[in-house]
């Protein structure tokens, strides 16, 4: 093949063609087989040929494909929006549910209804967003205002939304030595309401977190406590709470929000990542019963839209996804699987000089690489060991998700795994073994 014509991330790049699938095996043009431990980006939950899914979208590829929502709704996105509410955190209440077509997408769609909702309760002076960092929620404009990564905003800082940011949860190296696990969690919820105080309570319209962290700082869980404390702030303060689900949420870690886990439900939630399981490219938002009620008793009207919403094939196949995970009892693979892929971790790299920190929850685990254990110092930000570490293992034919520190060299490199669902005992092994082959 001569120079490609797609855009790539690396334009140097020769990559791999992939030209066949075989449960959580991706197949090569040269006949490599590669285990996806990654799911791309935590996307691929199901493996890549999973029939029930792969006959819902042909069956639906014969039925209908699009229609437009401002005339018509269709059967696969009904039944997905009244599943996904079925199963949200107590408090949800009678949601209502946006289909979409990326993260990006979904934030975008979150911030937009939070803003209409404060309109439309007449508070339109509530436009202030307070977002965490490290933190990833897109690559769109007002996604990309959102997130805190210092790297990825840095180009394109003239064009983005005043958002403020406060730290997020991060044991490994913003928990006091001797601070229990309680008063951390109360300390970091506390930043929340100090930044709302700064701003002027009746000025804020929404905070914006991820409930376990992923691509920014890799897979990091809030210490118990901090999400109960932060949903009583938020409705003290009259905030809205925007959960980004897009890589935990659909089971990644155990449950299929992670909220769930913490007792708590938001008002908006978006999702993409495991709902279509990269069958389709599909997100959504879930708006809570007291988002939908306000604006049902305002103007009734959506204030906002894209061509392809509700999609018939990619809602059919997410559809398909969800109901597979339920009927094989997934999630339960999940926490099995996730409790021996920690285990593994834990046996092969507790000693390592340049592993600090392993963190996760469910099949959503990374390992952060330091230069100095004991003082925890990062790696040289030139020093591209995560990268180096995912091309190492994807020469021995496992993918991983490596990522670069990301604020100012203040956290380090760290490589990803979330492998399928439906992964082996065998396979958690094999990623385990071929990492610690490739970290060395
Ligand atoms: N939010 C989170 C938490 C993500 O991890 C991502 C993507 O990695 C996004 C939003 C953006 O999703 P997309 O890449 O589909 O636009």
């Given at each position: 093949?001569?120079?490609?014509?797609?855009?790539?991330?690396?334009?140097?790049?020769?990559?791999?063609?992939?030209?066949?699938?075989?449960?959580?095996?991706?197949?090569?043009?040269?006949?490599?087989?590669?285990?996806?431990?990654?799911?791309?980006?935590a996307?691929?939950?199901?493996?890549?040929?999973?029939?029930?899914?792969?006959?819902?979208?042909?069956?639906?590829?014969?039925?209908?494909?699009?229609?437009?929502?401002g005339?018509?709704?269709n059967?696969?996105?009904?039944?997905?929006?009244?599943?996904?509410?079925?199963?949200?955190?107590?408090?949800?209440?009678?949601?209502?549910?946006?289909?979409?077509?990326?993260?990006?997408?979904?934030?975008?769609?979150?911030?937009?209804?939070?803003?209409?909702?404060?309109?439309?309760?007449?508070?339109?002076?509530?436009?202030?967003?307070?977002?965490?960092?490290?933190?990833?929620?897109?690559?769109?404009?007002?996604?990309?205002?959102?997130?805190?990564?210092?790297?990825?905003?840095?180009?394109?800082?003239?064009?983005?939304?005043?958002?403020?940011?406060?730290?997020?949860?991060?044991?490994?190296?913003?928990?006091?030595?001797?601070?229990?696990?309680?008063?951390?969690?109360?300390?970091?919820?506390?930043?929340?309401d100090?930044?709302?105080?700064?701003?002027?309570?009746?000025?804020?319209?929404?905070?914006?977190?991820?409930?376990?962290?992923?691509?920014?700082?890799?897979?990091?869980?809030?210490?118990?406590?901090?999400?109960?404390?932060?949903?009583?702030?938020?409705?003290?303060?009259?905030?809205?709470?925007?959960?980004?689900?897009?890589?935990?949420?659909?089971?990644?870690?155990?449950?299929?929000?992670?909220?769930?886990?913490?007792?708590?439900?938001?008002?908006?939630?978006?999702?993409?990542?495991?709902?279509?399981?990269?069958?389709?490219?599909?997100?959504?938002?879930?708006?809570?019963?007291?988002?939908?009620?306000?604006?049902?008793?305002?103007?009734?009207?959506?204030?906002?839209?894209?061509?392809?919403?509700?999609?018939?094939?990619?809602?059919?196949?997410?559809?398909?996804?969800?109901?597979?995970?339920?009927?094989?009892?997934l999630?339960?693979?999940?926490?099995?699987?996730?409790?021996?892929l920690?285990?593994?971790?834990?046996?092969?790299?507790?000693?390592?000089?340049?592993?600090?920190?392993?963190?996760?929850?469910?099949?959503?685990?990374?390992v952060?690489?330091?230069?100095?254990?004991?003082?925890?110092?990062?790696?040289?930000?030139?020093?591209?060991?995560?990268?180096?570490?995912?091309s190492a293992?994807?020469?021995?034919?496992?993918?991983?998700y490596?990522?670069?520190?990301?604020?100012?060299?203040?956290?380090?490199?760290?490589?990803?795994?979330?492998?399928?669902?439906?992964?082996?005992?065998?396979?958690?092994y094999?990623?385990?073994?071929?990492?610690?082959?490739?970290?060395?």
């Amino acid at each position: 093949m001569g120079e490609s014509s797609v855009f790539h991330r690396d334009f140097n790049a020769v990559l791999p063609m992939v030209v066949a699938v075989d449960g959580n095996y991706l197949i090569d043009d040269s006949g490599r087989r590669y285990l996806d431990a990654c799911g791309g980006a935590a996307v691929s939950c199901l493996g890549h040929d999973h029939p029930k899914v792969r006959e819902a979208i042909k069956a639906q590829v014969d039925r209908l494909a699009f229609v437009h929502t401002g005339s018509f709704t269709n059967a696969p996105a009904e039944e997905l929006a009244a599943h996904l509410v079925a199963c949200a955190p107590e408090g949800t209440g009678a949601g209502r549910v946006m289909f979409l077509g990326s993260g990006s997408e979904a934030m975008e769609a979150a911030l937009k209804l939070a803003r209409q909702y404060c309109i439309e309760k007449g508070e339109p002076e509530r436009q202030q967003i307070i977002a965490r960092k490290p933190s990833y929620h897109g690559n769109t404009l007002g996604a990309l205002a959102t997130g805190g990564h210092a790297g990825r905003r840095a180009p394109f800082a003239p064009l983005l939304i005043e958002v403020n940011h406060i730290d997020a949860p991060y044991p490994y190296r913003l928990q006091g030595q001797d601070e229990s696990e309680a008063d951390f969690a109360e300390r970091m919820a506390l930043l929340l309401d100090a930044e709302i105080g700064r701003l002027g309570p009746e000025t804020v319209m929404a905070f914006v977190a991820e409930p376990v962290v992923g691509a920014s700082l890799g897979t990091q869980p809030a210490p118990k406590g901090y999400w109960p404390r932060v949903r009583e702030i938020c409705d003290r303060h009259g905030v809205l709470l925007i959960a980004d689900e897009v890589m935990s949420g659909m089971g990644r870690t155990g449950t299929t929000y992670a909220l769930e886990q913490e007792g708590i439900a938001a008002d908006l939630t978006t999702m993409a990542k495991g709902l279509g399981a990269g069958y389709q490219p599909i997100a959504a938002v879930l708006a809570a019963q007291k988002v939908v009620d306000v604006i049902k008793a305002g103007s009734g009207k959506l204030w906002n839209g894209h061509t392809y919403m509700s999609h018939a094939i990619a809602t059919a196949g997410a559809l398909a996804v969800q109901q597979v995970i339920e009927e094989e009892n997934l999630l339960d693979n999940v926490v099995r699987r996730g409790a021996q892929l920690e285990a593994a971790l834990r046996d092969t790299f507790a000693q390592h000089a340049n592993v600090g920190d392993m963190r996760g929850r469910g099949l959503f685990w990374t390992v952060e690489l330091v230069a100095d254990r004991k003082s925890k110092a990062p790696f040289d930000s030139s020093s591209g060991i995560a990268m180096n570490i995912g091309s190492a293992a994807k020469a021995r034919g496992v993918m991983t998700y490596p990522s670069p520190g990301c604020i100012d060299g203040v956290n380090g490199d760290h490589v990803l795994l979330a492998p399928s669902y439906t992964s082996t005992e065998a396979e958690i092994y094999d990623i385990v073994e071929t990492l610690a082959a490739a970290v060395q």
